[in-house]
């Protein structure tokens, strides 16, 4: 079977999709990033599915390949890395209180809250970004689509403006590698 013209659309509308971001909210990312780290501040992230994947792999990317030999490091921390923990929340309480019921664990006034959710309307995400921004906090949201509840509700909203779930997370880990690889620098 050939497939060459189905991948010829999926890139076109992949590469499309990065000429409409918004290098401004990008450039706004980071330097919230760098600021939260100057700081010493905690940066929370989360993300369900595909996008709890992305949350991981930012981790990594801030944590030892930004920070790695610095005198400064990021202080990123990962909500749905660690399972035992998310599971006996969504068991005893609800699945939508898995990150909130973390951050009131570990957040301080001014710590930085990260959801990733290409819907922008995951309750569980929403719950954790009304309570950074409830407590002193700033809220930064990566969507897709119209960017949800989310969108409406974050400090900063970094959205990939695209009806279509793939692409979105392709740019948010794109997100993630060019934000970490100019940091490095």
């Excluded at 309750?123 to 309570?131: D, G, L, P, S």
Aim: aromatic share 8%; charged share 20%.
């Amino acid at each position: 079977m050939n497939y060459k013209s189905s991948i010829e659309v999926y890139l076109s509308k992949l590469k499309s999709t990065i000429d409409e971001l918004s290098i401004d909210s990008i450039n706004d990312f980071m330097n919230i990033l760098v600021k939260a780290r100057e700081e010493d501040r905690t940066i929370f992230i989360m993300g369900n599915g595909g996008s709890s994947a992305t949350a991981s792999h930012f981790v990594c990317d801030f944590n030892k390949g930004i920070s790695n030999g610095k005198d400064k490091p990021f202080k990123f921390i990962c909500l749905n890395d660690n399972i035992p923990t998310m599971m006996a929340y969504a068991n005893d309480i609800g699945f939508e209180e898995i990150f909130v019921q973390q951050l009131k664990n570990y957040f301080l006034k001014g710590d930085l809250v990260i959801g990733i959710s290409g819907s922008g309307n995951s309750k569980n995400i929403i719950k954790a970004i009304e309570y950074a921004n409830g407590n002193g906090g700033f809220s930064i949201g990566l969507t897709g689509f119209d960017g949800g509840k989310i969108g409406h509700l974050v400090n900063l909203h970094l959205n990939i403006p695209i009806n279509d779930m793939q692409i979105t997370e392709d740019l948010h880990m794109i997100l993630d590698h060019c934000v970490m690889q100019i940091l490095s620098n």
